[in-house]
T-cell receptor, first 111, second 112 residues
Framework: NAGVTQTPKFQVLKTGQSMTLQCAQD?????MYWYRQDPGMGLRLIYY???????DKGEVPNGYNVSRLNKREFSLRLESAAPSQTSVYFC??????????FGEGSWLTVV | DAKTTQPPSMDCAEGRAANLPCNHS???????VYWYRQIHSQGPQYIIH???NNETNEMASLIITEDRKSSTLILPHATLRDTAVYYC?????????????FGGGTRLMVKP
């Protein structure tokens, strides 16, 4: 039981490049989330998926797209990366919007 | 606006109990008190949550005042590995859209 697994763990991008962060959970949760954490700050919600087939914007959705591929997987895409998107990204999941469990994070640097 | 208030930092001697306070005077009747911790930029780790009764699990105890306006997280025998930032969060359940809003948290330093 791995919980929430994110890939890649580290990535460096050039401004304007695109990339996708992958996330999978094996807890049979129906809700999944993507957060970002900037240095010295708390986590902020980018997008969430309450259930398979639905996605909704969080606090800071601009510059991102998401795909709920199936019940297990929820990906986050940066179409044209900007230095302001340098951050640590955390995927998370929960059952019915209850207790949220987090992955270990993906460190993204945009130069 | 932050819905919780925590001291920015605390120290605790190894082996002693760590008592981390949190004020949440505007908590709504359907909101739970949640505690997470984050160890050096790892993913936030769920610790415990409660509505109005005191709760205990293998990691910690949660004491919620009768008026629910404040709570205390207790780590009964703190170890060096408990050094982390601890977040107190209030959140209603049952809806994935209910925000998990992280404030500044309390940086707990466990010292030998």
């Amino acid at each position: 039981n791995a919980g929430v697994t994110q890939t890649p763990k580290f990535q460096v991008l050039k401004t304007g490049q695109s990339m996708t962060l992958q996330c999978a959970q094996d807890m049979n949760h129906n809700s999944m989330y993507w957060y970002r954490q900037d240095p010295g700050m708390g986590l902020r919600l980018i997008y969430y998926s309450a259930s398979e087939g639905t996605t909704d914007k969080g606090e800071v959705p601009n510059g991102y797209n998401v795909s709920r591929l199936n019940k297990r997987e929820f990906s986050l895409r940066l179409e044209s990366a900007a230095p302001s998107q340098t951050s640590v990204y955390f995927c998370a999941s929960s059952f019915q919007g209850n207790t949220i469990y987090f992955g270990e994070g993906s460190w993204l640097t945009v130069v | 606006d932050a819905k919780t208030t925590q001291p920015p930092s605390m120290d605790c001697a190894e082996g002693r109990a760590a008592n981390l306070p949190c004020n949440h005077s505007t908590i709504s009747g359907n909101e739970y008190v949640y505690w997470y911790r984050q160890i050096h930029s790892q993913g936030p780790q769920y610790i415990i949550h409660g509505l109005k009764n005191n709760e205990t699990n293998e990691m910690a105890s949660l004491i919620i005042t009768e008026d629910r306006k404040s709570s205390t997280l207790i780590l009964p025998h703190a170890t060096l590995r408990d050094t982390a930032v601890y977040y107190c969060i209030v959140r209603a359940l049952g809806n994935a859209g209910n925000m998990l809003t992280f404030g500044g948290g309390t940086r707990l330093m466990v010292k030998p």
